[in-house]
């Protein structure tokens, strides 16, 4: 069992920055990809980012240049940079550990109960 942990979410203004956390516990592996989704209201959750444990990183195109993943093998920690935020953004961001299929599909072994991003206009 691996326990997936985020944290760093919260109220920003337009134009702000926050960083994410994802903290991975339990049966880790640093050859796990780690993958960020994010859902908004009335929306299905679609996927932001994901890395490998090479460090390769992969984004949807709508938040290329805006966000930034990274991930400390170490701590077992994904970190995800969100930069020039827009009210757009508003969403509950999920971290996922483990993909059974592609690392944009939403279907992973483990995920996190996720972290609430608000942005004001």
């Known amino acids: 069992q691996v326990y997936v942990v985020e944290s760093g979410g919260g109220l920003v203004q337009a134009g702000g920055s926050l960083r994410l956390s994802c903290a991975a516990s339990g049966r880790t592996s640093d050859s796990y990809v780690m993958g960020w989704f994010r859902q908004a209201p009335g929306k299905e959750r679609e996927f932001v980012a994901a890395?490998?444990?090479?460090?390769?990183?992969f984004y949807a195109d709508s938040v290329k240049g805006l966000i930034t993943i990274s991930r400390d093998g170490v701590k077992n920690t994904a970190y995800l940079q969100l930069n020039i935020l827009k009210p757009e953004d508003t969403a509950v961001y999920y971290c996922?550990?483990?993909?059974?299929?592609?690392?944009?599909?939403?279907?992973?072994?483990?995920w996190g109960q996720g972290t609430q991003v608000t942005v004001s206009s």
């Open positions: 996922a550990v483990d993909p059974r299929g592609n690392y944009y599909d939403n279907d992973y072994r483990y």
């Open positions: 890395i490998f444990p090479s460090a390769l990183s």
